[in-house]
């Protein structure tokens, strides 16, 4: 553990988030991104330690979920989809699990919420229309997360 130079007391450890879903190949980084993104923006990078997972991690990133992520300045492009571990969780602290899908057991001490994300395919809405409200609705969810955690 390092020491504040103004207090000369023990500096708590940084928070950190991982966010979970089955593949994470779209959720779950989209999620990351947009964390990542706004804590850099707000000049608080270094605040909160990000990551992401799945339960059944697929191959490689959803190429429509890295591309309207992009068009609100946030890269997931080099990311690629992780396995999730009670390591990982533990490590985090907090799990945010993205949809209704994905099914965890965290470890003892390790929160976890669930937030049951917006569906736009329920109303017949797919493609890219889909993709961007889906990322809207997580951007709201992580920019409320971020404030909470770093009040």
């Known amino acids: 553990m ?3 130079p103004s207090t000369g007391t023990p500096d708590a450890p940084t928070p950190g988030v991982l966010f979970v879903c ?3 190949g779209g959720k779950s ?8 993104r706004e804590l850099e923006s707000s000049g608080a990078s270094g605040r909160l330690r990000v990551s992401s997972a799945g339960t059944e991690p697929g ?3 959803n190429a429509l979920s890295a591309e309207v992520l992009r068009e ?4 997931i492009d080099g990311e690629t989809p992780t396995q999730l571990t009670d390591e990982a969780m533990r490590d985090a602290g907090l799990v945010v699990v993205l949809g209704a ?8 001490g390790v929160s ?3 937030w049951e994300t917006d569906e736009p395919s329920a109303r017949g809405i797919e493609g890219r ?23």
Not at 102 to 107: L, N, V
Not at 139 to 146: F, G, I, N, S
């Open 2 to 4: 390092t020491q504040s």
């Open 22 to 24: 089955v593949r994470n």
């Open 29 to 36: 980084q989209m999620a990351a991104g947009l964390m990542r």
């Open 59 to 61: 191959s490689s990133i």
């Open 72 to 75: 609100v300045g946030a890269d």
């Open 101 to 108: 899908e994905a099914q965890i057991q965290a470890p003892d």
């Open 112 to 114: 976890v919420q669930r």
């Open 129 to 151: 229309e889909r993709m961007e409200l889906i990322r809207d609705d997580i951007h709201a969810r992580v920019t409320e997360l971020k404030e909470r955690l770093l009040s």
